[in-house]
RNA sequence: GGGGCCGUGGGGUAGCCUGGUAUAUCCUUUCGGCUUUGGGAGCCGGAGACCCGAGUUCAAAUCUCGGCGGCCCCA
């Protein structure tokens, strides 16, 4: 069971999300993938933690997963974005049904018609749901776990709806936050990017993405923010009756985040040993270790118990299995387990235990006695800061910016570039041309980029704004 | 959208070109036993596979066609 190196970044990703027991590739269907307890856990911790900020400004629904096809049809530019990727159910059983289901892509069409009946007076406004559902679609390239599923098991998406255009662009910002917080947890930096408008949600105003840097240098986008304006309103007849007694459409927005936020968790911080983890998402944080020689078990497994049991706060695995410890370490790396602790007959004789970080693989001692609570919760917060700062340096390798059209089609071979760029069509497709995907203009400016935001567009001389463009998932 | 490659125990593979020697190779995994334990131990014994369907043939893991599944390249 040896790991592929990272530098071979897609086989690395195939087989470590095997070997960690993250998903079980093999499920026959293509696209569709199984998740094994130990990567549903990391699943269940990571999405503990979106759930917690979007409870704060929303309330948790479920929609079905079947949407009829007139209502799937009714938004033309919509529909004409998925019609493409959409499966289809068309019997009940041997009988053809006369209404054709949708299994769902997104929920857009099958919530607005319940928001119809929902709001009716501004009093109902403003109106903030979420729920956590599988989406379908027939993606037709080639499909790899996490990142591109026929199925995508874990799909966050809120919707919103409010009395006007400001008040949505409002909470457009505030979903940007909360994305931003939710990322910043998982120690993974990111880009915030207006998209072109060729290529925003079908039935958008604008999209606001979420982008990493993958270390093959390809980009993925983690995480959507749409501002929906009044169209799927007045698609939907979504409406409301104002103080001034005049009826008024919604304006409302969308947002969503996928099981890619877990691909890029694993991708960004993994190692040539396997999975590293934050500490709060690790499904198991703390490994405690006993080095056992003949006669000497009892003490050594004592000081053992002690510490786990001084550590109940936290999920302890305490690994008594018959294995060498050598490969005992092997193992855990490979999980991820953030902190391991070993206990051998010189610790127990002092009452002490040798100390590791997975991230750092150092190893030193320390006194039981010195070992708390609070200890581990600092020490899990100096490792997230490290492994963000690690991410943000190997982030930053494989960004480059460039004032030569020219040269681009050979630097976006292995790197994002960055550009200035005017908001003209044919400029983004002149930089299209050279091999990447225009992500589109940064929102927000990061604190780790220096180029100035403003520039010369690299086309055609006229005015611009940073841009980037890349290879992307 | 276009093109190419591939499917052998749980994982990785040899054999396929040139059909028969075969009880299908080796590594890993797994189970039992002995022994060992401070960075992937060793020995002994056991378990486990030719993707599915059709065809050619006296005979198919091997050749042909179809299906399903996987991988890669180019747009």
């Given at each position: 069971m040896t790991l592929p190196s990272k530098e071979e970044f897609s086989e690395w990703f195939h087989e470590l999300i095997q070997c960690a027991e993250i998903m079980d590739v093999r499920y026959p269907v293509k696209g569709l993938y199984v998740w094994f307890p130990f990567g549903f856990k990391l699943r269940?911790?990571?999405?503990?933690?979106?759930?917690?900020?979007?409870d704060r400004d929303h309330s948790e629904v479920y929609f079905p997963a079947l949407i009829?096809?007139?209502e799937l049809g009714k938004e033309g530019e919509h529909i004409r974005g998925f019609e493409d990727e959409v499966y289809w159910i068309t019997h009940g059983g041997l009988t053809p049904l006369d209404v054709k289901l949708a299994l769902r892509p997104t929920s857009e069409t099958a919530m607005y018609p319940m928001f119809k009946l929902w709001i009716r007076t501004h009093a109902d406004l403003p109106l903030k749901v979420y729920q956590i559902v599988n989406t379908f679609r027939y993606e037709t390239k080639h499909t790899r776990p996490l990142i591109r599923l026929r199925e995508i098991t874990s799909f966050k998406e809120a919707?919103?709806?409010h009395r006007n255009y400001e008040e949505a662009e409002e909470q457009v910002k505030k979903a940007v936050g909360y994305y931003k917080e939710f990322y910043d947890f998982l120690a993974i930096p990111y880009f915030?990017?207006?998209r072109p408008d060729w290529d925003k949600f079908p039935g958008a105003v604008y999209t606001i993405a979420f982008d990493t840097i993958m270390p093959d240098g390809r980009t993925l986008q983690i995480g959507t923010v749409h501002h929906l304006g009044d169209n799927?309103?007045?698609t939907f007849e979504i409406k409301y009756e104002a103080v001034d007694g005049n009826h008024y459409y919604v304006h409302q927005t969308c947002y969503g985040i996928s099981e890619r936020c877990i691909a890029s968790l694993?991708?960004?911080?993994?190692?040539?040993?396997g999975l590293v983890l934050p500490f709060e998402v690790a499904p198991i944080q703390i490994v405690v270790i006993p080095i056992l020689y003949k006669g000497k078990e009892e003490n050594v497994l004592e000081l053992c118990e002690e510490l786990v049991k001084k550590l109940g706060k936290f999920r302890v695995v305490l690994d008594k299995s018959e294995e060498r410890p050598g490969a005992k370490y092997y193992k855990w790396e490979l999980k991820g387990v953030p902190l391991r602790f070993e206990i051998g007959p010189r610790e127990a004789e002092k009452r002490e235990v040798v100390v590791s970080f997975r991230d750092e693989r150092k190893k030193f001692s320390i006194a039981v006695e010195e070992i708390n609570e609070g200890k581990i919760e600092r020490w899990a917060e100096e490792m997230r800061k490290r492994l963000r700062e690690k991410a943000i340096a190997s982030m930053l390798q494989k960004l480059k910016f460039s004032r030569n059209l020219e040269e681009i089609s050979d630097i976006v071979k292995s790197s994002v570039v960055m550009v200035h760029l005017c908001k003209d069509k044919s400029c983004g497709e002149e930089i299209e041309a050279k091999g990447g995907k225009l992500l589109g203009w940064i929102e927000e400016m990061p604190e780790f980029i220096e180029q100035s935001y403003e520039g010369s567009c690299v086309v055609c001389g006229r005015s611009g704004k940073l841009a980037l463009t890349a290879r992307s998932y």
């Amino acid at each position: 069971m040896t790991l592929p190196s990272k530098e071979e970044f897609s086989e690395w990703f195939h087989e470590l999300i095997q070997c960690a027991e993250i998903m079980d590739v093999r499920y026959p269907v293509k696209g569709l993938y199984v998740w094994f307890p130990f990567g549903f856990k990391l699943r269940q911790l990571v999405y503990a933690k979106l759930r917690e900020i979007m409870d704060r400004d929303h309330s948790e629904v479920y929609f079905p997963a079947l949407i009829p096809e007139q209502e799937l049809g009714k938004e033309g530019e919509h529909i004409r974005g998925f019609e493409d990727e959409v499966y289809w159910i068309t019997h009940g059983g041997l009988t053809p049904l006369d209404v054709k289901l949708a299994l769902r892509p997104t929920s857009e069409t099958a919530m607005y018609p319940m928001f119809k009946l929902w709001i009716r007076t501004h009093a109902d406004l403003p109106l903030k749901v979420y729920q956590i559902v599988n989406t379908f679609r027939y993606e037709t390239k080639h499909t790899r776990p996490l990142i591109r599923l026929r199925e995508i098991t874990s799909f966050k998406e809120a919707h919103t709806a409010h009395r006007n255009y400001e008040e949505a662009e409002e909470q457009v910002k505030k979903a940007v936050g909360y994305y931003k917080e939710f990322y910043d947890f998982l120690a993974i930096p990111y880009f915030i990017v207006r998209r072109p408008d060729w290529d925003k949600f079908p039935g958008a105003v604008y999209t606001i993405a979420f982008d990493t840097i993958m270390p093959d240098g390809r980009t993925l986008q983690i995480g959507t923010v749409h501002h929906l304006g009044d169209n799927f309103a007045k698609t939907f007849e979504i409406k409301y009756e104002a103080v001034d007694g005049n009826h008024y459409y919604v304006h409302q927005t969308c947002y969503g985040i996928s099981e890619r936020c877990i691909a890029s968790l694993i991708s960004i911080h993994g190692d040539d040993l396997g999975l590293v983890l934050p500490f709060e998402v690790a499904p198991i944080q703390i490994v405690v270790i006993p080095i056992l020689y003949k006669g000497k078990e009892e003490n050594v497994l004592e000081l053992c118990e002690e510490l786990v049991k001084k550590l109940g706060k936290f999920r302890v695995v305490l690994d008594k299995s018959e294995e060498r410890p050598g490969a005992k370490y092997y193992k855990w790396e490979l999980k991820g387990v953030p902190l391991r602790f070993e206990i051998g007959p010189r610790e127990a004789e002092k009452r002490e235990v040798v100390v590791s970080f997975r991230d750092e693989r150092k190893k030193f001692s320390i006194a039981v006695e010195e070992i708390n609570e609070g200890k581990i919760e600092r020490w899990a917060e100096e490792m997230r800061k490290r492994l963000r700062e690690k991410a943000i340096a190997s982030m930053l390798q494989k960004l480059k910016f460039s004032r030569n059209l020219e040269e681009i089609s050979d630097i976006v071979k292995s790197s994002v570039v960055m550009v200035h760029l005017c908001k003209d069509k044919s400029c983004g497709e002149e930089i299209e041309a050279k091999g990447g995907k225009l992500l589109g203009w940064i929102e927000e400016m990061p604190e780790f980029i220096e180029q100035s935001y403003e520039g010369s567009c690299v086309v055609c001389g006229r005015s611009g704004k940073l841009a980037l463009t890349a290879r992307s998932y």
